[in-house]
């Protein structure tokens, strides 16, 4: 299986540097990947309203391309494969654990369209290759009805299906395969405690409106939707959600500003056969700021930071609320343009007054463009966790630990002892720290 | 009269209205509302690089490792014009279309052909030299013949081109090797990478040998590259691009006939 996976890895390089570069759009429009992206995945102001625009050049008004039009497939693919070498500290029992390991063997699929003046869709499909056993999950499906106003503005649009919203400044790490603390998948791996993060930034099944307006860095971006999902594979029948953002642009000649706020609602059914004389329901809140500026100086030093408070009121189905902020604050440096670009941001989830649990990251690093699309990543990643410091972190005669808070995947039915058996699990202080290097590829 | 005269006649009037239009064209000033629609069609498509007075400091501007043109000064290297001169509206409206290769200025086939001429009348109004009327009329480079393609075509190229020291800046072998490499600078003060001629990707404007005639006829404004339309004959300006044609690598020596 490695050797397929080597085998795959090295025709994908030699691909992609017998093909010069550049994904799909890039290619359409024979530009360079940075006309869109910072550095990619993270896309700046144009790609925003390129993105916006029904994935159009920002202004088209008429004469919009159809799939026959494209002149290529519309498809594209990247791939992250790394080295990660982790050192886990037990900082009460100072114990040392050390492992290596190779990570991000798959893809992810896209496939992405103009279908005439209006419409568009976009998806994603992620192909894990895990040993003998590959995974293969959508993250994301849906259609655009962009330039709703015709006007080639982008002020109103719609979209449809499995998607993400678009907080503001839901910043990508430039390391390749780092999750970062705030929006990632596991905000507390290492513990036993089950709490809820700031999973709204998951794809969902949901519609929206949003838009652009007017202008492209003085704009006010802005999005209303509803969701009938908190997490991929939630049961689309019992959760109701709504969200909203605004973020506006500011700029003076070479200084630029945005700030941002969101607020995401949503109320979920959790329904655990065996457990219904328990509450069956967590309304739970997310609500945040957000900044970002450029050095008015060179622009190369973008600085951005956010805000999030997020509160359940039953986290665990026992009836228990919680309440969790989280921050981050980062930085991103252009050292030279187009090839090589550092960055560092640091990360803050705290649930401590209801949980005795925090958590920090630190990531930092450099990323390197052998070419448009052939990126080089390294870095290390600082993960520090604490719980249940100070109080066990049971209440009520059960645990924290066996219940997954907060909205309910359909499969995450309890699978441990009933409650009155449970016992308190114990605090916590472990310290990880990762260093990482990586390719990513697209092509 | 007979009538053959007659045809002479209207031929040269025909002829006379429509040149005579195309110089008024280039010195008329647009309707306000064409000005207002294509600043519209700017800020939403163009000032994210280009800045939204045209200084070429957008908010991406300092991610890119070819900086947007300043439009402001009206200072041009894809032109048909003679060097020192204005770009005329075709030059801006080709530029907006195909793009520049290899940099992150795309296509924007996607705006009609009604929004790229409102851009190109508005981008003229950023720069005061499209308001001189000591600028017109513009000098634009005549139609040549392509001489016949042979294979001495690339020997007389390659004399040409080093006689007039182009390897000083591209190197003996065309990929951008030569001496003075690490002292070129643009008119704003910002390094040039001399293009690797060996690699198809750094051809920004040419798509054919008769793109890098006129390159070679008009030279490129604002970067390092000099006119040579008055130090090399039209017909060695043809070989020179026949070679410099061939040095692309991977590519087969196509004949200007055929493009």
Not at chain 1, 148 to 154: A, D, E, P, Q, W
Not at chain 1, 408 to 425: Q, Y
Request: glycine content about 8%.
């Amino acid at each position: 299986m490695i050797r397929t996976h080597l085998f795959l890895l090295l025709t994908l390089i030699l691909a992609v540097d017998e093909a010069y570069s550049l994904p799909l759009f890039a290619r359409k429009y024979n530009t360079t990947c940075f006309t869109c992206h910072i550095a990619p995945p993270l896309l700046n102001d144009f790609g925003e309203r390129f993105r916006s625009n029904g994935f159009e050049i920002p202004g088209a008004r008429t004469e919009r391309t159809t799939l026959e039009d494209n002149g290529i497939l519309p498809l594209a693919l990247i791939t992250q494969p790394m080295v990660a070498h982790e050192q886990q500290k037990d900082n009460l029992y100072s114990r040392v654990q050390r492992t290596t390991l190779v990570k991000g063997l798959g893809v992810e699929l896209f496939s992405i369209a103009p279908l005439g003046k209006h419409f568009s869709y976009f998806s994603e499909i992620e192909v894990a290759l895990n040993g003998e056993e590959s995974e293969v999950e959508l993250n994301m499906l849906y259609a655009q009805y962009t330039d709703v106003l015709n006007t080639g503005s982008g002020a109103l649009n719609f979209r449809l299906g499995k998607m993400h919203f678009l907080q503001p400044l839901t910043h990508t790490s430039f390391l390749a395969n780092t999750d970062p603390l705030i929006y990632g998948d596991h905000p507390f791996p290492a513990t036993t405690t089950t709490l809820n993060d700031l999973h709204f930034a998951h794809s969902m099944f949901s519609v929206a409106a949003y838009g652009i307006l007017p202008g492209i860095h003085e704009g006010l971006q802005w999005e209303l939707g509803y969701t009938t999902g908190a997490k991929n594979t939630v049961d689309l029948r019992n959760a109701r959600g709504l969200f909203g953002s605004v973020n506006q642009g500011f700029a003076i000649d070479q200084f630029h500003l945005e700030a941002g706020a969101f607020f995401f609602g949503a109320k979920q059914r959790i329904t655990i056969d065996g457990y219904s004389r328990y509450p069956k329901t967590n309304n739970h809140y997310r609500t945040g700021v957000a900044l970002k500026l450029f050095d008015p100086w060179i622009n190369r030093f973008h600085l951005y930071g956010q805000y999030v408070l997020g509160r359940d009121d039953n986290i665990d189905y026992w009836g228990e609320d919680r309440k969790v902020t989280g921050s981050f604050a980062g930085v991103d440096a252009i050292v030279l343009p187009e090839k090589l670009y550092a960055f560092a941001r640091y990360d803050l989830l705290d649930a401590g007054d209801t949980l005795k649990e925090s958590a920090t990251q630190i990531d930092c690093g450099l990323r390197y463009h052998l070419l448009s699309n052939l990126v080089l990543t390294g870095g290390v990643t600082i993960h520090s966790l604490k719980s249940g410091k100070g109080s066990a972190s049971t209440s009520g005669g059960h645990s924290h630990s066996i219940i997954p808070a907060g909205p309910l995947d359909a499969d995450d039915e309890p699978s441990g002892p009933s409650p009155a058996t449970v016992s308190a699990s114990g605090p916590v202080d472990l310290t990880t720290t990762t260093f990482k290097i990586g390719l990513m590829i697209g092509y | 009269m007979n009538r053959s005269v007659w045809l002479c006649f209207w031929s040269f009037a025909i002829v006379s209205i429509f040149g005579f239009a195309s110089a008024w064209d280039e010195l008329s000033a647009p309707r306000p509302e064409v000005v207002a629609h294509g600043k519209s069609v700017y800020h939403a498509s163009c000032s994210a690089c280009h800045g939204k007075s045209g200084k070429g400091n957008g908010i991406i501007a300092a991610n890119l490792a070819v900086k947007p043109r300043d439009l402001t000064r009206g200072v041009y290297e894809n032109r048909s014009t003679m060097s020192g001169q204005l770009p005329t509206k075709g030059d801006l409206f080709k530029t907006i279309s195909e793009g520049i290769h290899s940099t992150s200025m795309p296509q924007f086939r996607g705006l009609s052909s009604e929004d790229r001429e409102a851009v190109v009348e508005y981008i003229r109004t950023l720069s005061p030299r499209f308001a001189d009327a000591d600028e017109f009329p513009l000098d634009i480079l005549a139609d040549s013949k392509a001489p016949e393609s042979t294979p001495n075509t690339l020997a007389l190229g390659r004399n040409v081109y080093v006689t007039m020291k182009c390897a000083d800046c591209h190197g003996a072998t065309g990929k951008g090797e030569g001496e003075v490499v690490k002292q070129q600078f643009d008119e704003l003060g910002e390094p040039v990478e001399t293009p690797d001629l060996t690699d198809p990707i750094n051809y920004e404007f040419s798509r054919s040998p008769r793109d890098l005639y006129r390159i070679f006829s008009t030279g490129l404004d604002g970067s390092p590259m000099p006119s040579y339309f008055a130090t090399i004959s039209e017909t060695d300006r043809w070989y020179l691009a026949y070679y410099v044609w061939s040095l692309r690598q991977g590519m087969s020596y196509v004949s200007d006939s055929s493009q």
